[in-house]
T-cell receptor
Framework: EAQVTQNPRYLITVTGKKLTVTCSQN?????MSWYRQDPGLGLRQIYY???????DKGDVPEGYKVSRKEKRNFPLILESPSPNQTSLYFC???????????FGSGTRLTVV | GENVEQHPSTLSVQEGDSAVIKCTYS??????FPWYKQELGKGPQLIID?????GEKKDQRIAVTLNKTAKHFSLHITETQPEDSAVYFC?????????????FGKGTKLSVKP
């Protein structure tokens, strides 16, 4: 089944403890992206990647890192999480962005 | 940068009625306009999209219209059913320039009452 898989689905952590949210797609897509979703703010792009080793900032990149060492994987790294990063995170991928993104099921992160 | 405004934020209709959600965008270079449906506990799912060289596109009960001059586009759902209840997001992008930066509206929560 073609899909974008994120892990974990739920995560509660403490301020300052480094964490990684994994994202993997099995569709051989070149484009991958991370979004965060907050009430009243909709979906905002954190980082995106056009291909292996090619990444760029979205609209809200502060406090996040990404890497794209393999085509299928695009992990989101929070080096020192803070409570304002409590949010619902979505990974997405696309063969070509003008054909639309396929989204994962989301990761609900709580930073206390 | 691009800014997308979406209205209304909530919409309640009776089953069988039509629903219309409207979006405006600011960047005249935007040329790709998808619509996503998000059900509770799930990720957004692409339901229809339109490119700037097309004025209207239909897929069964769903249609999207685009007015490039006015920089607005709309989602039309006819003969609504309870399973249409969800949050709908519009988005805009210049796929030739933004390299994948899809800008979303804030969403419309659609409730279809049986």
């Amino acid at each position: 089944e073609a899909q974008v898989t994120q892990n974990p689905r739920y995560l509660i952590t403490v301020t300052g403890k480094k964490l990684t949210v994994t994202c993997s797609q099995n569709m051989n897509h070149e484009y991958m992206s991370w979004y965060r979703q907050d009430p009243g703010l909709g979906l905002r792009q954190i980082y995106y990647s056009m291909n292996v080793e090619v990444t760029d900032k979205g609209d809200v990149p502060e406090g996040y890192k990404v890497s794209r060492k393999e085509k299928r994987n695009f992990p989101l790294i929070l080096e020192s999480p803070s409570p304002n990063q409590t949010s619902l995170y979505f990974c997405a991928s696309s063969f070509r962005v003008e054909y639309g993104y396929t989204f994962g099921s989301g990761t609900r992160l709580t930073v206390v | 940068g691009e800014n997308v405004e979406q209205h209304p934020s909530t919409l309640s209709v009776q089953e069988g009625d039509s629903a219309v959600i409207k979006c405006t965008y600011s960047d005249s270079a935007s040329n790709y306009f998808p619509w996503y449906k998000q059900e509770l506990g799930k990720g957004p799912q692409l339901i229809i999209d339109i490119r700037s060289n097309v004025g209207e596109k239909k897929d069964q009960r769903i249609a999207v219209t685009l007015n490039k001059t006015a920089k607005h586009f709309s989602l039309h759902i006819t003969e609504t059913q309870p399973e249409d209840s969800a949050v709908y997001f519009c988005a805009a992008m210049n796929y030739g320039g933004s390299q994948g930066n899809l800008i979303f509206g804030k969403g419309t929560k659609l409730s279809v009452k049986p």
